[in-house]
């Protein structure tokens, strides 16, 4: 074959004349169809969220962990009130030294009748600040979960109030498996590195 701008012979498979550079053949663009950059896409956003719910997954094992007793926890127990008689007050104070990113978990359960007699359990700071956890009457039962964000001596105060009203259901409240659970630093710290 020969170029149609110099005449010189060419291979017949060329796209240009090797001698002046003349386009012989029209190039067909090659592109990659939409949905091989589509697949691309979203196995890159894909790979982006299973990382994310691994990480979480992780965290969420190790404070399911604590919940369940499988890393270093402190059982405190239980304790029921102890006042049937009207305008009396029963509590117990638990204190703690808690360190940032420690938990404090129970179940807790009253029984009274509704907006007379109370519970109140309240958690208070090494800076004297009160957090109250919960504040109930009628027939209630929960669980707390609470992490706490400073160095220091924590106290739990349980407290039941019985006024003057009348009785009815139990009449008492209670706090049951109280744990308190410290957190790891050095785990911690492994974590954020592994993030970053």
Known sequence: MKCPNCGKEIANDSFFCEYCGTQIKPIKKVRKAPW???????????????????????????????????????????????????????????????????????????????????????????????DTLCWVS???????????FSNGIYTLKVQYTKDQSYSKNRDQGEIRNLRVFKQEIDQLQDEAVQLF
């Open 36 to 130: 091989v950059v589509m697949t691309i896409v979203f196995g890159v956003v894909l790979l982006g969220c299973v990382l994310i719910i691994a990480l979480m997954v992780r965290r969420h094992r190790i404070v399911l962990n604590r919940l369940y007793g499988l890393e270093t926890n402190y059982y405190y127990g239980d304790w029921t009130s102890t006042n049937k008689k009207d305008n009396t007050t029963s509590y117990k104070e638990y204190t703690f030294h808690m360190e940032y990113g420690d938990m404090i978990l129970f179940d807790y359960e009253v029984s009274s009748e509704v907006n007379y007699d109370k519970l109140a359990i309240t958690l208070t700071s090494p800076y004297g600040s009160i």
């Open 138 to 148: 009628g027939v209630v039962s929960n669980s707390v979960v609470k992490e706490v």
